[in-house]
């Protein structure tokens, strides 16, 4: 049984910061790669940040590379998207997921949470 449950999202101006966190109930936590995703209304969801099991290697889209970040705490069974300078276009449902690898959250082989809300004002 997996449970991903999301949280930090909010209402934001432009060029603001939030910090997007994910709870997973996973007793082998450290053993997936992790992730999160984000869907604007009207648009297939699409891939935001990726981190492997240790925390060592991370991945980015292009449209929020420089200015987020993805980590993990393993013995907290926690993932953290730190998001900054955010623009209008970030604003989407964003959602934690799990993976076998990196590359395979990249590729969206995932399982979900439930999302949370972000809105950017401009």
């Known amino acids: 049984q997996v449970q991903l449950v999301e949280s930090g999202g909010g209402l934001v101006q432009a060029g603001g910061s939030l910090r997007l966190s994910c709870a997973a109930s996973?007793?082998?936590?450290?053993?997936?790669?992790m992730g999160w995703f984000r869907q604007a209304p009207g648009k297939e969801r699409e891939f935001v940040a990726a981190?492997?099991?240790?925390?060592?290697?991370?991945d980015y889209a292009d449209s929020v590379k420089g200015r987020s970040t993805i980590s993990r705490d393993n013995a907290k069974n926690t993932v953290l998207l730190q998001m900054n300078s955010l623009k209008p276009e970030d604003t989407a449902v964003y959602y934690c997921?799990?993976?076998?690898?990196?590359?395979?959250?990249?590729?969206?082989?995932?399982?979900w949470g439930q999302g949370t809300q972000v809105t950017v004002s401009s």
């Open positions: 997921a799990r993976g076998l690898s990196i590359r395979a959250v990249v590729a969206g082989n995932v399982i």
């Open positions: 996973i007793r082998t936590f450290s053993t997936y790669a």
């Open positions: 981190i492997n099991t240790s925390g060592g290697s991370t």
